[in-house]
C-alpha cells in the first residue's frame, strides 16, 4: 500500500453530520474503489470509479457519494453519517492495463458514528 | 451478497504445517484471486488464477481452480508464523469493469 493513501485514518463522528474519507494515490492507476468492511460480511464495494468524473455504484452505496475530479484523488462522502456506517473503510486501486483486475489497497480508515 | 465463500471461517496449525483454505463461488468468471490482511491493515495481492488455468504456483503458494465445480482452493506450504492472517478469495462474475466480489474469509493463525 506504498502508493496510496488514507486520510483521516481514525474518526469519531456524531449522527446526522458529514464526513469526508480521502484517498490519494501515486500510482496514475485508472480504477479507483472505496470498501467497507464489517465483521461477518467480508469486503463490499460502495462505489468505484473507472476514470475521472466516471463512478457507479457498488453493492452498499446508499447513504454515500463520490467524487474524482483528478486521476489521484478519489473521496467517500457521507451526507449524513448514521451509526450503521460506522465500519472500517478501504480505498483500492486498479492498474490501467486492460483485463488485468489486481487491486492495491491502502491502509483503511476506522470511522466511528456515535 | 458475497461471491466468494471461504471455508473454513477459522483455521488453526502449527508452524512447519500446510494450511489449506478453501473458496466457491456460483457464477462464471475470467479470474479468481486471493488476497491477504494482516490484522489492522490492508488487503494485499497474492495471486490471481485466470479461468482457463487449472493451478498457480507463486512461492509457498498453490492455487487451485475447478471451474466446473466452481472452487478453488489455496495452499500454503510450511507454514511460519509470520503467515497469521485473514485469506480472502475475489472473483469478478464475468465483469471485464474491474468490479471484485469478495468473501467472507478464513482466518488462518500459525502457532509457532
Known amino acids: 500500500d506504498a502508493g496510496i493513501t488514507q486520510s483521516p485514518r481514525h474518526k469519531v463522528t456524531e449522527t446526522g453530520t458529514p464526513v469526508t474519507l480521502r484517498c490519494h494515490q501515486t500510482?496514475?492507476?485508472?480504477?479507483m474503489y472505496w470498501y467497507r468492511q464489517d465483521p461477518g460480511h467480508g469486503l463490499r464495494l460502495i462505489h468505484y470509479?473507472?476514470?475521472?468524473?466516471?463512478?457507479d455504484k457498488g453493492e452498499v452505496s446508499d447513504g454515500y457519494s463520490v467524487s474524482r475530479s483528478k486521476t489521484e484523488d478519489f473521496l467517500l462522502t457521507l451526507e449524513s453519517a448514521t451509526s450503521s456506517q460506522t465500519s472500517v473503510y478501504f480505498c483500492?486501486?486498479?492498474?490501467?492495463?486492460?483485463?488485468?483486475?489486481?487491486?492495491?489497497f491502502g491502509p483503511g480508515t476506522r470511522l466511528t458514528v456515535t | 451478497s458475497q461471491q466468494g465463500e471461504e471455508d473454513p471461517q477459522a483455521l488453526s496449525i502449527q508452524e512447519g504445517e500446510n494450511a489449506t483454505m478453501n473458496c466457491s463461488y456460483k457464477?462464471?468468471?475470467?479470474?479468481l484471486q486471493w488476497y491477504r490482511q494482516n490484522s489492522g491493515r490492508g488487503l494485499v495481492h497474492l495471486i490471481l488464477?485466470?479461468?482457463?488455468?487449472r493451478e498457480k504456483h507463486s512461492g509457498r503458494l498453490r492455487v487451485t481452480l475447478d471451474t466446473s465445480k466452481k472452487s478453488s482452493s489455496l495452499l500454503i506450504t510450511a507454514s511460519r508464523a509470520a503467515d497469521t492472517a485473514s485469506y480472502f478469495c475475489?472473483?469478478?462474475?464475468?465483469?471485464?469493469?474491474?468490479?471484485?466480489?469478495f468473501g467472507r474469509g478464513t482466518q488462518l493463525t500459525v502457532w509457532p
Open positions: 500510482e496514475n492507476h485508472r480504477y
Open positions: 475475489a472473483t469478478d462474475r464475468g465483469s471485464t469493469l474491474g468490479r471484485l466480489y
Open positions: 457464477t462464471s468468471i475470467n479470474n
Open positions: 470509479s473507472y476514470g475521472v468524473k466516471d463512478t
Open positions: 483500492a486501486t486498479g492498474p490501467p492495463e486492460a483485463n488485468v483486475y489486481e487491486q492495491y
Open positions: 488464477i485466470r479461468s482457463n488455468e
